[in-house]
C-alpha cells in the first residue's frame, strides 16, 4: 500500500500532527475527551457542535448500531457557552470548535465565545434532524455564505461542513468559499431511518436521523471527487474512514485530511492504528496523492 511521510501538516490554516482528526460529535464533549484522543493519535480533534443557546436534545433511543453503522439523532445537545471552560486546560493544540446557529448573528456570536480557544471553527450546516439548524440553513447557499462571512471576519481559520443531502454539493461548496471559507469538511450524515419490526415503530425516539460508518464511505468519495474539481480551497473528506487504505483512496480524491467518526465506537486507538500503516519515513509526500484519481 501507498505510505505517506509523516507531518505536521497545515490544511484549512490549521497545523496539525498528522492527516487523521476526530470528527464533531465523537468523544467531544468534554476537554479531557478530547485531550485523550489527542494522546490517543489524532492529528486535530473537532469538538461537539456547540450552540447560541443549551439544549438537551432529542428523546432516546438517540444512538443505534447498524450491521454497517450507526443511526443517530442526538438533536444538538450540547452546554452552550458553558462549554468555553472545557477548552481552557486545551488552549494552543489542535481544537477545531464545531458551531451551529439560526442565523449569520449567532454563528457568530457562538464563535466570538471561544476566540483564543479555537484553532478554528468548523460550521454545522449539515446536521440532518435539527429543525431551524444544520441541514436548514446548508442547503441554502446564500444562508451558507452569510454564515461563513459572518464567522470568518472573526479571521479565524474557518470550516464549513456539508450535508450530502442536496442535489448538487459543489453548489453549497461554492458558496461556502465565497463566504471566506479555509476549508470544506464533506459530509455529514445522510437522511435515514430504520424501524422495528417486533415494535412497530421506528428504532430513534426522533423517528429519523442520520446514517454514519462504512455505508456512506462511497457517497463522501463522490462529494469529495466533486468538490475538489468545483472548489479551490482544501477539502477535508469525512464519512466511513477505518483503515489507512480509506484515506488513501479520500486523498485520491481530492481530500488533504479525513476526518474520523464512527471507527472510533469499534477501536478508540483508531488514529494510532491507522498511523502505523499510513506513514513511513520513506512515504511520499501527500501532494503526489491528493486528487491524483482526476489526472
Same mark, same amino acid.
Given at each position: 500500500m501507498i505510505q505517506l511521510q509523516?507531518? %505536521? $501538516?497545515? !490544511?484549512?490554516? =490549521?497545523?496539525?500532527?498528522?492527516h487523521l482528526i476526530l470528527a464533531a460529535g465523537v468523544l467531544g464533549t468534554t476537554g479531557s475527551s478530547l485531550a485523550r484522543m489527542l494522546r490517543l493519535g489524532a492529528g486535530a480533534v473537532v469538538t461537539k457542535?456547540?450552540?447560541?443557546? %443549551?439544549?438537551?436534545?432529542?428523546? @432516546? %433511543?438517540c444512538l443505534v448500531r447498524l450491521e454497517n453503522g450507526y443511526l443517530n439523532a442526538m438533536g444538538l445537545c450540547n452546554p452552550s457557552n458553558a462549554f468555553v471552560s472545557e477548552l481552557k486546560p486545551l488552549k494552543g493544540e489542535p481544537v477545531i470548535v464545531s458551531i451551529f446557529g439560526g442565523n449569520p448573528d449567532e454563528f457568530a456570536e457562538v464563535a466570538s465565545w471561544?476566540?483564543?480557544?479555537?484553532?478554528?471553527?468548523?460550521l454545522n450546516v449539515s446536521c440532518p434532524h435539527?429543525?431551524?439548524? @444544520?441541514?436548514? !440553513?446548508?442547503?441554502? %447557499?446564500?444562508?451558507?455564505?452569510? #454564515?461563513?462571512?459572518? =464567522?470568518?471576519s472573526l479571521h479565524i481559520p474557518t470550516w464549513v461542513k456539508l450535508t450530502p443531502n442536496v442535489t448538487d454539493i459543489t453548489t453549497i461548496g461554492r458558496a461556502a468559499e465565497e463566504g471566506g471559507a479555509d476549508a470544506l469538511v464533506a459530509i455529514n450524515t445522510v437522511k435515514a431511518m430504520r424501524i422495528s419490526v417486533p415494535a412497530k415503530r421506528p428504532v430513534l425516539g426522533n423517528r429519523y436521523g442520520g446514517l454514519s460508518g462504512k455505508a456512506v464511505f462511497p457517497m463522501? !468519495?463522490?462529494?469529495?471527487?466533486?468538490? $475538489?474539481?468545483? #472548489?479551490?480551497?482544501?477539502?477535508?473528506? #469525512?464519512?466511513?474512514?477505518?483503515?489507512?487504505?480509506? =484515506?488513501?483512496?479520500?486523498?485520491?480524491?481530492?481530500? #488533504?485530511?479525513?476526518? !474520523?467518526?464512527?471507527?472510533v465506537g469499534?477501536? =478508540?486507538?483508531? $488514529?494510532?492504528?491507522?498511523?502505523?500503516?499510513?506513514?513511513?519515513?520513506?512515504?511520499?509526500?501527500?501532494?503526489e496523492i491528493v486528487g491524483c484519481a482526476h489526472e
Open positions: 509523516n507531518g %505536521p $501538516f497545515e !490544511i484549512g490554516r =490549521v497545523s496539525m500532527h498528522n457542535s456547540i450552540g447560541p443557546e %443549551p439544549r438537551d436534545g432529542h428523546p @432516546g %433511543p471561544f476566540v483564543g480557544y479555537a484553532k478554528a471553527f468548523e435539527a429543525t431551524g439548524y @444544520g441541514a436548514s !440553513i446548508g442547503t441554502v %447557499p446564500d444562508l451558507v455564505r452569510a #454564515c461563513t462571512e459572518a =464567522v470568518s463522501a !468519495i463522490r462529494a469529495v471527487y466533486d468538490l $475538489f474539481e468545483a #472548489c479551490s480551497i482544501p477539502v477535508i473528506g #469525512c464519512g466511513g474512514i477505518g483503515k489507512a487504505e480509506d =484515506v488513501i483512496e479520500m486523498m485520491m480524491a481530492g481530500a #488533504c485530511a479525513v476526518e !474520523i467518526g464512527s471507527a469499534e477501536d =478508540v486507538s483508531v $488514529f494510532e492504528h491507522i498511523s502505523r500503516e499510513l506513514y513511513s519515513k520513506d512515504g511520499v509526500s501527500d501532494t
